[in-house]
């Protein structure tokens, strides 16, 4: 069969509710054209991130009846620790209440001021907190990633020859190297087995560890299933086990490819640096069995970690992303290539190219998405990561991207559909998308809290 469904069926429904253009133009007004700022209710399809917004299945939610909550030793945490354990096999498993919180925790206990930080590209959180722990976030993506429309399989591999000549020079200012799969910032797009094994090779000829960002690694797992050599006939869960044999540790968002609506872990085979993680756990997440999420959290990410692995699910994730990119490809809208697994990002500059830099074209499509047809997206691009000069000018990021990332196992193929034939009407009319300004731009992360204008 050629037609690929949902492997799974429908058991619990949430309502969301359509509005006028009119409702949406003062909405958006209100929230002074940031898109975080709007209530939810207010969005009819809402791809602002696949963080925390995925569905639960029948057995998570039945695992979240088994929740055991006791303080210490909870037999959840167990449950928790073994499900970790069988994927990404470190000796250490430590759970904390999200990404950021992982990321938080091993710089305090790691990374010193004036430290180097090598990635492929750094999410904007990780970034945020090298810079916090005073050290610098380098990212060394191959040059391929920089085209939008270069089409290399694995356009998240890091660049491992500028890695080495980092390292050469400054590796006793590196506590540990980074890799990020998928490659969030840049694309959703996969690393190869290949660039780990030998990312690996590297850091060991300079002694510095090599951690995984493990947000979305089964979906990075599944990229190598399809277009590496030699992993056609292994499993993801086999594939996913030899990325992380490359690595001495892994952070992890759990609120994507563990399907949680929160959770995090920190694995690593380090005792001295778990002794160090584990102590400044307890000062603010909470005691080493928990980490500052519930019992029933635990279950449920244990459960996910399990089912993200099955063949029939990554299949139908990668391939009902791929349809949105290549529907809208039809359509000629400016798209980054090729399609990541988690989201879809549309080019920013090139779909608003009346705009320049400083009207923020990227910012200004996803007001203009929400406004036309209630779809609310993310920009990743001039507002997250431009940053002001000292002599006043800016220096804007190579590309300014929207990305439109799909929750797990929430919309249908006639929600995307609706997304795509939104999209293209939008296009055939960019020209009157108007630009913005900033009237407030905080200087860490920015995008989630600026306000705009819209330009006269
Ligand atoms: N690393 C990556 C690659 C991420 O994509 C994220 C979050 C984090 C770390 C931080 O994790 O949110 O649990 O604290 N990404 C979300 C997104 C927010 O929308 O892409 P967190």
Redesign the pocket.
Known sequence: MKTIIEPFRIKVVEPIRMTTREERQRKIAEAEYNPFRLKAEDVLIDLL?D?GTGAMSTHQWAGVMEGDESYAGARSFFRFEASVKSVFGHKHVIPTH???ASERLLCAAVVKPGDVIPGNTH?D??RANIEASHAEAVDLPIPEARDPENLHPFKGNMDLQKLEDLLNKEHHRVPFVLI?ATN?SGGGQPVSMANLREAKKVCDAFGVPLFL?A?RFAENAYFIKLREPGYQDKTPREIAQEMFSYTDGALM?M?KDAFGNIG?VISLNSDAWAEKIRTLLILTEGFVTYGGLAGRDLEALAIGLEEVLEEDYLRYRIASTAYVGQHLDELGVPLLKPFGGHAIYLDGRRFCQHLPDEQLPGWALSVALYEHAGIRA?EIGNVMFGKKLPDGSWQWPALDLVRL?IPRRVYTQSHMDYVVEAIGELYQQRQSIPGLEFVYRPDVLPHFSARFRLRS
Do not use: E, I, L
Request: positive net charge; charged residues 20%.
């Open positions: 991130t963080s999200q990404g950021r999410f959180t990780t990020t969030n960002d947000a968002s609120k995090g993310c990332a």
